[in-house]
């Protein structure tokens, strides 16, 4: 079955860049029917979606306008996973950190188990 | 950007009752339409996607329903391990923006 395992710091200095890693397994990042995703939690923000980078004919990326400056969101083929990079954080960039596959069922049906990222 | 409104915040019924948990969206959803779960220390988990489908697992007893601004999830008979928190969440076919809804805490009374 598919699964997403993540990696990555839980603390992070304010002004530095937030760097997660989200491995697939079951899946492939260069899949044509998928879409894979990072979205973050907080009490104060609620589930935001950050981004997305997808391979059709060409890899593409769709942000947030919230965090568009500052996001990255890149796949690795031959490791068959994807990162996040938020550059200039700060404290309100506090939150658990999923990332999750956007399928063919129009829905985020596989989902990383969460890192928890503090800013401090 | 759509923003999804959920009501109640908190929902507080007995086993084996009747759960309706609704949706609202400042302007109608002409994308994509989901419902999660999700319980403490845990990712989301997919129950409903285009707004009455439910996802590979899930019980009979979680339904969806709904278009355009007002959209429903109802559980038809509580069990034990429903009580959670349940989150809406919908996309605009382009630009693909996600949103979710605040959430709505199922509480054991």
């Known amino acids: 079955q598919v699964q997403l395992q993540q990696s990555g710091p839980g603390l992070v200095k304010p002004s530095q860049t937030l760097s997660l890693t989200c491995v697939i397994s079951g899946d492939s990042v260069s899949s044509n029917g998928a879409t894979w995703n990072w979205i973050r939690q907080s009490p104060s923000r609620g589930l935001e979606w950050l981004g997305r980078?997808?391979?059709?004919?060409?890899?593409?990326?769709n942000y947030a306008g919230s965090v568009e400056s500052r996001i990255t969101v890149k796949a690795d083929t031959p490791k068959n996973q994807f990162s996040l990079q938020l550059n200039s954080v700060t404290p309100e960039d506090t939150a658990v950190y999923y990332c999750a596959r956007w399928s063919d069922r129009n829905s985020f049906d596989i989902w990383g188990q969460g890192t928890m990222v503090t800013v401090s | 950007e759509i923003v999804l409104t959920q009501s109640p915040a908190t929902l507080s019924l007995s086993p084996g009752e009747r759960a309706t948990l609704s949706c609202r969206a400042s302007?109608?959803?002409?994308?994509?339409f989901a419902w999660y779960q999700q319980k403490p220390g845990q990712a989301p988990r997919l129950l409903i996607y285009?707004?009455?489908k439910r996802a590979t697992g899930i019980p009979a007893r979680f339904s969806g329903s709904g278009s355009g601004t007002d959209f429903t999830l109802t559980i038809s008979s509580l069990e034990p391990e429903d009580f959670a928190v349940y989150y809406c969440q919908q996309r605009n076919r382009w630009p693909p923006v996600h949103t979710f809804g605040q959430g709505t805490k199922l509480e054991i009374k």
């Open positions: 302007q109608s959803v002409s994308g994509y």
């Open positions: 285009d707004a009455s």
């Open positions: 980078t997808y391979y059709r004919s060409a890899w593409e990326n």
